[in-house]
């Protein structure tokens, strides 16, 4: 089943490298699993009518015994999101360790999936957990969701950092800088850190990524500035974005009222945990807003992304079911477009303006910034954790390649950065760290309640059907092969029918006349006969309009 | 037909307001009509299928015995790549103005478009051209095209400058800087520029952009540093970098070899008008390239924007048909993402990451610049130009909104600005700018030879069709409602048939049980039966996995 030996110990990322997204990785030490994170991805625009990516659980699946617990760094969909399916598809009952407000984001999910009685174990940033002969510490670092850890996974050979998606932010809201003396305590060890996971997304940014602070002087000066209506919109699972909202909201004397979904939630959850201080009495029933005068109210929505179905593009349509924005509105999106949603965004963006409202958006001010590092606290990172080997992780290849460049940079040697695709396991030893095999691993489609179930041929047949439509031709025979009727030529999605009976009933004649060919041949099998439907309805299709449409020819026997 | 009166002036965009691309406006004086520019616009992706989108002509064509000429400001795609459907369409017969490289372009897009015969009247920048009644002065400006000229036209009350796409390059490659003493001596002129029709496209951008001539810096860099093959990918019309590259690789002694057909027939064009200055043999065939040595070859490609057909596409795909990227190749895309093409760039630098080779990029270097004016630009030209009255152009909303602030601050009132809309007759007068009518305007989709045939109904459709599929159930009936044979259920884009075998047997059993009961309800009706068919279909599917495929129930009668 498995290359790794007593005193092996290997890792497995079954997700997010070569891709942003996904996360998910399998530490194996002698013959045991240990999983890191297992989060979604979501679908690229080609990915037609796909809700969701989750990774391939091959790998675990078939190796479910050794498998002794699944620890989560935060409570981001990328990192969490996949969690139900791995647990309904495995049917795993190992202990789940994370962050208080990682595991209840988890609780809210696994009870919409109704998956109950799982061992979800509640650890505080500094904590050392054991399970089997695992050693995991959880580090306290910075990120946009609160409770973000990094990990210190104990090997035989030295603990292994797993950075996860981090920054490091030295006036963070909270006040709890990341765990520097941890990192550094590490690095001095001995024989010291055997190697780096870290976080790629921002490898292009040089510097550092600005302070989660800013953004609270940024909303401070909008606030003070506002005489009318407030609308901030922004990701629900940015928990101290929100305590910043909120405080603005508390010294400018405005209520708070909450629309999406999700920020519903979310804010529930982060109150309830205690990660979200806002009096009870600041927060108003989004119905009773119209009871408020315009300057004592903040609008806290999701639709950040432009996502068609989120609250605050619902605003920007004019169809919110309770909100209309006005002349005099503030709304301000403090989030950076993920990338694939700036047309999105760009057009709820256009629409709020139509609509009088002056919006305030990340390209023409600093009501956003990343959670991230960019590439002094990346170099940081390392010179902090003086790892032997260093494995990008959270990029695309052009992120793992570049901050393996940066690495080499900090004096890291090329032969000990290894540059990770899918399923390949990585294999440490005291002198080297390379790849010993490839195991399952790659991208699962979630349409529906469908897991799997839609892969190439569908999604092939998706696309031509999206570009110019499908013509089904219907002909009924009798069992000696003479056509009982039909024709019937039906299309969708190709031309408009009403101004183009012409061309179709032209197409009927071509079909007609191709069978009529058939006939004098002697020719009845049914594949032929549709082969001959296919080809002269192509031809004459790609000729009259230059467009192919996918044809299907349906013969019913009588 | 229209509200214009003897002795009115107005202005009507037909494109290029609300949007990016697909620019074309009318000027409208007295009873004559000139038309500028016609551009097409790139389609968004939901415009499934569409391959190009196109102003609505009506107004022109129910006008064409008024329209006089056809001025155009520069070669881009979006400001002449709609005439050849415009002539087509009206079949005009009116001269058409443009720079020589402008027509030049304009005349290879009328070859392949087979249209002959027309009367294209070269002008120079400085130029003033009389017809009829108009008067247009061409008047230089730099952008990311050489030969590129805003328009002063000449009206009653005084001359409109259009500004078309520009910005103010102080040290411009060819020489030429925009003729600012012109646009002043417009501006100090009695009775003073009536308006001005201004580029909004980077009007969210601070300051002023950079010069041409610094990415000529960087590409000097890039060159003395590679030791092997440099490949360079632009946009084929920015006939200014690709001589910036032809210098370097003068400089560095190397050869260029071209690929990609835009890019081939752009230098050939601009060689032959004097545009491009490359001697003869410094250009190579690229099937001779293998006779070369790595470090005496440049390859200058199309591709810049990921473009799946595109060279450098294919190379980093490893599928064009000679250049295999190795190992030591430089790779640089000189060009910018256009907004919805970020993914497809970031996936060809990924490949092109994994094949070997060093790319660079814009986002990490400063290999492009753009060619529209910044907010102290377009400060600049409101300022020398002094115009009574403001139209941002070339923008969506939120760029013409932000571009009518900027006009404020610099001193422009507000009630002498005018936001437009597709096919607002904008009217001036000596006191007032304001709309008096809506002339029937909008975008038109190009999809293979049709025009104008693919609307909503037929989007509609190929994007359900590209969601969840299509459902085929077909049905023979005897003409007293007997079902001969059938149901049949043929599936495409739904769930992959061999793992679903289930499914389908189960939805099949579920359409045969509704129409039992049709059967013993009497129910005959072709409409009652297929409404059956679909609903009972609908709802088992969606229970069962949560999907919505079309589905198209077909009843054939014998």
């Known amino acids: 089943m498995s290359d790794n030996k007593i005193g092996d110990v290997s890792m497995i990322p079954l997700g997010g490298v070569g891709q942003i997204g996904k996360n998910m990785m399998v530490l194996e030490v002698n013959d045991e699993l240990l999983i890191i994170d297992a989060g979604v991805m979501f679908p690229e625009n080609d ?41 309904k598809e495995l049917d795993l009952d190992v202990p789940i360790y994370g962050t208080k407000l990682t595991l209840g984001l988890l609780e809210g999910k696994l009870k919409e ?88 997304t921002n490898v292009e940014h040089e510097g550092y990524t600005l302070s989660e602070k800013i953004v609270g002087h940024t909303i401070d000066n909008i606030f003070r500035g506002a005489r009318e209506r407030i609308i901030v919109a922004t990701f629900a699972s940015n928990i101290h974005r929100v305590q910043q909202i909120a405080d603005a909201a508390f010294k400018y004397k405005r209520k708070i009222a909450l629309t999406g979904r999700s920020m519903i939630n979310n804010v529930e959850i982060a109150r309830r945990l205690g ?52 002349e005099g509105d503030t709304v301000v999106i403090s989030a950076s477009a993920i990338p694939g949603n700036e047309k999105f965004i760009g057009q709820t963006i256009n629409q709020l303006f139509e609509r009088g409202a002056n919006v305030i958006y990340e390209d023409v ?50 032969d000990n950065i290894y540059i990770a695709s899918l399923g390949d396991r990585i294999k440490f030893t005291e002198d ?63 031309v408009y029918i009403r101004e183009s009976e012409e061309l179709i009933a032209e197409a009927n004649s071509r079909v007609e006349e191709a069978l009529r060919k058939c006939e004098e041949n002697k020719v009845t099998e049914w594949s032929s006969l549709k082969k001959t439907i296919r080809d002269s309805l192509n031809n004459y299709i790609y000729k009259k309009i230059k467009r192919r449409p996918m044809i299907l020819p349906i013969i019913m026997e009588v």
Chains 1, 2 share one sequence.
Do not use: W
Not at 62 to 86: F, Q, S
């Open 275 to 326: 990660y979200l201080t806002i009096a009870e009495d600041m927060i108003v029933d989004i119905r009773d807003c119209d009871n408020i005068p315009d300057n004592k109210i903040v609008l806290l929505t999701t639709g950040s992304q432009g996502e068609p179905m989120a609250a605050l593009t619902r605003m920007s349509r004019g169809d919110h079911y309770h909100i209309k924005i006005d």
């Open 432 to 494: 080297r760290i390379y790849k010993t095999e490839s195991i399952k691993a790659g991208d699962v489609l979630v349409d529906g309640l469908g897991i799997g179930d839609v892969g190439n041929i569908v999604l092939r047949d998706r696309r031509l059907l999206s570009e110019d439509g499908v013509i089904i031709v219907v002909l009924t025979i009798d069992n000696n092969g003479n056509i009982l009727s039909g024709p019937d030529i039906v299309t969708r999605g190709f």
């Open 47 to 87: 990915l037609l009518g796909i809700d969701l990516v989750i990774p391939d659980f091959t790998y675990v699946k078939e190796n479910k015994d050794r498998v002794k617990a699944i620890v989560l760094t935060h409570g981001h969909e990328d990192h969490i999101g996949a969690m139900p399916y791995l647990l």
């Open 365 to 414: 001010s600093g009501v956003h910034v990343s959670g991230h590092a960019s590439q002094e606290e990346l170099k940081l990172m390392i010179n902090l954790t003086k790892p032997k080997y260093l494995v990008p992780t959270h990029g695309e290849y052009r992120h793992l390649y570049r901050h393996a460049k940066l690495a080499e940079e900090v004096g890291i040697e090329s």
């Open 113 to 200: 999936h109704r998956i109950k009685d799982k061992k979800l174990k509640v650890v505080n940033p500094g904590n050392l957990v054991k399970v089997s002969s695992f050693e995991v510490e959880f580090i306290k670092v910075n990120h946009s969701i609160a409770d973000t850890c990094a990990l210190a996974l104990h090997t035989p050979l030295g603990p292994i950092v797993y950075a996860s998606d981090f920054k490091f932010d030295q006036t963070p809201i909270d006040g709890g800088v990341a765990d520097f003396h941890k990192l550094a305590e590490l690095g001095d060890s001995e024989p010291g850190v055997l190697a780096l996971f870290s976080d790629s």
